[in-house]
Structures are given as structure tokens and as C-alpha cells.
């Protein structure tokens, strides 16, 4: 285990050493894969498009010596989907409709708006470019094109590619088993009517918002109360149904809090506390086959660890690369100072009055049980270790909340 706090770097090139053995994969319906990862790269089997098409609607010509006074015959007619194949004689065009199949011999495209009609006749306002409004055959995707990699997510922006080279199943990895605590004699379900020093049980509703992702499986598991031997009973009886095992609070350094002296006695620690405010308390560790992920029980220091760490580790688990989440760089409107050695996200808002470039506010509330922190703010900025001294106007990685954890 660590002497001493981990660097976010560190913890990340960490989590690339554990893995889950079988997990294993299964193939399912396309309709069905959104958000999967994939076991295999994907290649295409046909060209994209499968043939020449219009790209417009217009008239289908030979481009051959074209000029402004020529009067052009229109002697067929081609709509999307026909399959009889056609070809032109010199001097004739055929009416065509978008994505329909360019006749055998043509090679461009008028479009209506450069045609004048006269009769059977069509006359151009405007001669066309050799080749435009045509689009050619595998001059998007050709065949045995890589579309995807293995360990790919297969999201809205690539799942119409995978239908359009005809595939209707995809090899994807199986689904992560997830199970989740949170803990503390102190926590109730929620309730408007809190007594003595009881608090209602919010990080149990922010892990099941955080773990809704279609290559996960998730169930919450209850609370873990304050008490060692309560601890190993509940972790003991759930480590040979889940792959991962996810807590919130009881691992810091409070006399009540046991739970990484259990995971020492009945398994190993990777590592415990990191150089990241909020979040210090982060630890993962490893019992039998299950991994184990204790996060602290300040809900802003869940939210923030499960973006930024845990949900790529998560997906790593299952496969896919460790992507870091997406960043923009932002000015920031404020100055503070910080210590060094450990790295901050500070909670920040988007300066609505400067929309061309992105500048930030910092929330006012920074504490680490902030919750309304989290819901008010748009984001977070990211201090590196080496900086000592923010000051008004300087640029850091801006990660915004709605990418963040959706």
C-alpha cells in the first residue's frame, strides 16, 4: 500500500494494472448495444455508399463538353430505391431524386434550381463541375474499412454507421455487476422530519444517477453500519455476486471507521488516500475476485471521484481504453491561492456575459459537503499539483458537470 498520497496520475496509471478475469462477452441485438462496449473491431463489409448516388435533386448528365446554350433531353426518370439500371445517350439527362442510383454512364448532377424547364427539355442557368452533387461509390466507408476498435462504446453518433454497413448484432462485453453501500449509523432514508443527529441518505440516490449506464448492472445493497463485524458480514455474503463492490464513507481515519482494516484482513489495499482536495480519502482494494471502491462519504467528493476516476476505471473494467473525461480550457474571473503537492476542482459557473470564449466564477460554497455545490454550479476547474496561485485570467481544463456524469 502507499506511504504516502497518490497524484491523480498516479491513481490512474494504478488502475490500469486491475482487471476483472471472465467477465466475458455476448452477442446482442444492435437496437439493443447503445452504450455497450465492444469485444472486437468492426470492419466493413460493403462500401459506403454501396453505389453512385445523387446527392441532390436535379437531372443526371454525362459531363462532356457542356455549354450554356445546350438544350438537353429528359427521357428517364430515377427515384430512391429503383433498381433498374439505366444508361444515356449524348445529350440526354435523367430526372433524379436524392440518394437515388446515378444511371451507369453519368457522372454529374444539375440540380433543379440551375435548370430551366422547356417542354421534354431542360436548358442550365449554371454548368456544373465534373463530379458535383454525385456521391461515389465507398467514398465515405470503403470495404474492409476498420469502423470501430474493440473496446469502443457504441454511442448515437457511431450506431447509425455499425446499421449502415448491415450489421443487426455486435459482440459486446457483458454487463459489469456493480453493487453499492452507503455507511454510517447516522444516515436514514429520506425524510423531512430528521431527529437528533441523523441525515437522510442522499448518496444512496446519487450512486444509482451515477452507475445508469447500459454496461452496468447495479444494485444498492443497504447500509453499512459502524461496526467491524457488521462490515466483513455484508461485504463476505455479496463478494461472489458482483464484480465490483462500490462504498461511500467509513474509510477515513475515525475510530469508527473500520472499513479498510477489513479489506487488509481479508484481502489487499491498491492504495489509500490521494493528493486531490476533495477526494482524499479514495481507496481501492481487492477481496477474493471482487474489486472494492471506497469513496468518501461527502457527497461532493462521490460525485467528483466517480466522474473523473472511477466511471473510466469502471469502463476500463469492461474493457474499453482509461479515456480521460472531455476538458475545455476556460479563463478563470477570480484569483486564490493553494497549497502545492495536491491537486483541487474547484466548483465553478459559466460567466454567462462572455459566450465566444468560456470564462468562470467560482461558487462561493467550496466545502466538500456542499451539496447544493454540485446541483448550482456548472462545472469544475482542475488546479495541478505545481500551482500555488490562481490568478484573474488564467487558463485551466474545465470539465462541465452535464458531460461529466451523464
Same mark, same amino acid.
Given at each position: 500500500m502507499n506511504k504516502h498520497p497518490l497524484t491523480k496520475n498516479e491513481v490512474i496509471n494504478l488502475l490500469k494494472t486491475i482487471f476483472i478475469e471472465n467477465l466475458g462477452s455476448e452477442k446482442i441485438e444492435l437496437l439493443l448495444a447503445e452504450g455497450r462496449i465492444l469485444t472486437s473491431d468492426i470492419i466493413s463489409s460493403i462500401n459506403l455508399p454501396p453505389f453512385n448516388n445523387s446527392a441532390v435533386d436535379g437531372y443526371a448528365i454525362h459531363n462532356d463538353n457542356l455549354h450554356? @446554350?445546350?438544350?438537353?433531353?429528359?427521357? !428517364?426518370?430515377? *427515384? *430512391?430505391? &429503383?433498381?433498374?439500371? +439505366?444508361?444515356?445517350?449524348?445529350?440526354? %439527362? *435523367?430526372?433524379?431524386?436524392?440518394g437515388a442510383r446515378m444511371p451507369n454512364n453519368s457522372n454529374t448532377v444539375i440540380m433543379q434550381e440551375n435548370a430551366i424547364i422547356d417542354g421534354d427539355y431542360i436548358i442550365m442557368s449554371k454548368i456544373p463541375q465534373l463530379g458535383e452533387n454525385c456521391r461515389l461509390i465507398g467514398e465515405d466507408v470503403s470495404k474492409g474499412d476498420k469502423i470501430l476498435q474493440c473496446g469502443e462504446k457504441i454511442n448515437s453518433t457511431n450506431i447509425n454507421l455499425i446499421a449502415a454497413m448491415g450489421k443487426k448484432y455486435v459482440e459486446v462485453k457483458k454487463k459489469l455487476k456493480v453493487g453499492y453501500f452507503t455507511s454510517g449509523n447516522e444516515l436514514i432514508e429520506p425524510s423531512?422530519?430528521?431527529? =437528533?443527529?441523523?441525515?437522510?441518505? @442522499?448518496?444512496?440516490?446519487?450512486? !444509482?444517477?451515477?452507475? $445508469? &449506464? @447500459?454496461? +452496468? %448492472?447495479?444494485?444498492?445493497?443497504? /447500509?453499512?453500519?459502524?461496526?467491524?463485524?457488521?462490515? /466483513?458480514?455484508?461485504?463476505?455474503?455479496?463478494? $461472489?455476486?458482483? =464484480?465490483?463492490?462500490?462504498?461511500? =464513507?467509513? *474509510?477515513? %481515519?475515525?475510530?469508527?471507521?473500520?472499513?479498510? &482494516?477489513?479489506?487488509?484482513?481479508?484481502?489487499?489495499?491498491?492504495f489509500w488516500k490521494t493528493a486531490i482536495k476533495p477526494g482524499?480519502?479514495?481507496?481501492?482494494?481487492? +477481496? $477474493?475476485?471482487?474489486?472494492? #471502491?471506497?469513496?468518501?462519504?461527502?457527497?461532493? @467528493? #462521490?460525485h467528483l471521484l466517480y466522474g473523473m476516476i472511477i466511471k473510466p476505471f469502471l469502463e476500463f473494467l469492461c474493457g474499453s481504453k482509461m479515456n480521460k473525461p472531455q476538458s475545455f480550457k476556460a479563463i478563470v474571473n477570480f484569483s486564490m491561492k493553494k497549497k502545492t503537492k495536491r491537486l483541487e476542482w474547484i466548483r465553478v459557473t459559466l460567466d454567462q456575459n462572455n459566450l465566444e470564449t468560456i470564462y468562470v466564477n467560482k461558487y462561493q460554497k467550496q466545502g466538500s459537503g456542499m451539496i447544493s455545490s454540485i446541483a448550482f454550479s456548472d462545472g469544475i476547474i482542475e488546479i495541478p499539483e505545481s500551482v500555488s496561485k490562481i490568478n484573474r485570467g488564467d487558463k485551466f481544463d474545465f470539465y462541465l458537470f452535464d458531460q461529466l456524469f451523464n
Amino acid at each position: 500500500m502507499n506511504k504516502h498520497p497518490l497524484t491523480k496520475n498516479e491513481v490512474i496509471n494504478l488502475l490500469k494494472t486491475i482487471f476483472i478475469e471472465n467477465l466475458g462477452s455476448e452477442k446482442i441485438e444492435l437496437l439493443l448495444a447503445e452504450g455497450r462496449i465492444l469485444t472486437s473491431d468492426i470492419i466493413s463489409s460493403i462500401n459506403l455508399p454501396p453505389f453512385n448516388n445523387s446527392a441532390v435533386d436535379g437531372y443526371a448528365i454525362h459531363n462532356d463538353n457542356l455549354h450554356d @446554350s445546350m438544350k438537353l433531353k429528359c427521357t !428517364q426518370r430515377v *427515384a *430512391a430505391g &429503383d433498381q433498374t439500371e +439505366i444508361f444515356l445517350k449524348t445529350n440526354e %439527362v *435523367a430526372r433524379i431524386f436524392t440518394g437515388a442510383r446515378m444511371p451507369n454512364n453519368s457522372n454529374t448532377v444539375i440540380m433543379q434550381e440551375n435548370a430551366i424547364i422547356d417542354g421534354d427539355y431542360i436548358i442550365m442557368s449554371k454548368i456544373p463541375q465534373l463530379g458535383e452533387n454525385c456521391r461515389l461509390i465507398g467514398e465515405d466507408v470503403s470495404k474492409g474499412d476498420k469502423i470501430l476498435q474493440c473496446g469502443e462504446k457504441i454511442n448515437s453518433t457511431n450506431i447509425n454507421l455499425i446499421a449502415a454497413m448491415g450489421k443487426k448484432y455486435v459482440e459486446v462485453k457483458k454487463k459489469l455487476k456493480v453493487g453499492y453501500f452507503t455507511s454510517g449509523n447516522e444516515l436514514i432514508e429520506p425524510s423531512e422530519r430528521l431527529e =437528533g443527529s441523523k441525515i437522510n441518505n @442522499s448518496n444512496r440516490f446519487s450512486l !444509482q444517477s451515477l452507475l $445508469n &449506464d @447500459s454496461y +452496468i %448492472v447495479s444494485n444498492y445493497l443497504g /447500509i453499512l453500519a459502524d461496526s467491524k463485524d457488521k462490515i /466483513i458480514e455484508s461485504l463476505t455474503e455479496n463478494l $461472489n455476486d458482483y =464484480g465490483v463492490l462500490i462504498t461511500t =464513507g467509513g *474509510a477515513s %481515519v475515525g475510530e469508527e471507521d473500520h472499513l479498510i &482494516d477489513v479489506i487488509k484482513e481479508k484481502g489487499r489495499i491498491y492504495f489509500w488516500k490521494t493528493a486531490i482536495k476533495p477526494g482524499r480519502p479514495l481507496a481501492i482494494g481487492q +477481496i $477474493n475476485e471482487t474489486i472494492i #471502491v471506497c469513496l468518501p462519504g461527502n457527497p461532493v @467528493s #462521490v460525485h467528483l471521484l466517480y466522474g473523473m476516476i472511477i466511471k473510466p476505471f469502471l469502463e476500463f473494467l469492461c474493457g474499453s481504453k482509461m479515456n480521460k473525461p472531455q476538458s475545455f480550457k476556460a479563463i478563470v474571473n477570480f484569483s486564490m491561492k493553494k497549497k502545492t503537492k495536491r491537486l483541487e476542482w474547484i466548483r465553478v459557473t459559466l460567466d454567462q456575459n462572455n459566450l465566444e470564449t468560456i470564462y468562470v466564477n467560482k461558487y462561493q460554497k467550496q466545502g466538500s459537503g456542499m451539496i447544493s455545490s454540485i446541483a448550482f454550479s456548472d462545472g469544475i476547474i482542475e488546479i495541478p499539483e505545481s500551482v500555488s496561485k490562481i490568478n484573474r485570467g488564467d487558463k485551466f481544463d474545465f470539465y462541465l458537470f452535464d458531460q461529466l456524469f451523464n
